[in-house]
């Protein structure tokens, strides 16, 4: 069995889009919790609850479970559950069992994401979610999906802090020479949990990805600084520029193009986990084709990653028990959320589970 990164509990983690979630039932998983997702009727607020019927443990995700207004029919023999999880109705008898209830778990709705806390639900803090405003603003325009893979989370934090990567694995893509070649600066704030790795090319080829999008001939700045918020949130902040524009401190060069990309890492269960990418501009905003290019070009670089991470995984799995790395000065990134994932995994788990 491989390295795989345990689980920190106590942490906010996107279970869906909010556009996926709706008055039919979503099946997730997070961190090895079974989760039903659905909105309430009138409201629209959503639910989510423990996945499994307390009685024979159908998945209340599965039809024939329906929903009868707010509350949820289990699909084999009837056990029904309102929005906190509690049973109210039980088939054949008056009296329904008062520990005939599901697990109902916090939910925030926020930037167009659906997340939940699956820890202890006391610690449970929405001041504490992660913006990713980008996703849900006016003047913004976003192209999104999720992808599954058969990876260790670990894996996928790994591959998002070191984007030389880019170079060969995306090349023709977004990768170019210079991605690799560029040393990075890298930043970590512990208390906030969050670890900053940054690029800045001067002169660079430009990418078909951002050539054929932003429409730029020539060569250009490209500006990569990556802000990871551990566990589950991470923003790459891309800016490209004709080489010659003078950068405007402030962020706000007209001549400059930024864009958002937008990673959620949620671990679904041992070797699982959900990659929600998107990509988000505030350029070129009306043309469709430009969307329906990025959309495209970006799932393919995605799945370039998914194909990457699978064999890996399944590479690891038979590597010999205490195989060694060799880390890098590019690795500064992923070594230092390591190690907050860590401290993270520490705090969150029960006093039993503690290393002494
Ligand atoms: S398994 Fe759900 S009612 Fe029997
Ligand atoms: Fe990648």
Redesign the pocket.
Known sequence: MPHMTAYARNQWYVAAYSHEVGRELLGRSVCGETLVLYRTEDEGTPVVLHDR??????PLSEAPTRLDGDRIV??????TYDTTGTCVYV?GQKRVPRTARVASYPVVEQDSLIWVWIGDPELADPAGVPRARHLDAPGWVTVRGMEPIDCDYGLLVDNLLDLSHETYLHGGYIGTPEVAETPITTEVDEGAGIVRVSRHMDDAECPPFYARSTGISGRITRWQDIEYHAPCLYVLHSRVAPVGVVPNPDGSDPDAFHTEVTYAITPSGDGTVYDFWAVSRDWATEDDEVTEFLRANNHTVVMQDVDALNLLQRTLGTERHGYQELSINIDTGGLAARRILARLVEEGAKPEEKVK
């Open positions: 019927c307390v009685h024979r443990r159908y289990c699909g084999y023999h009837g056990f088939p």
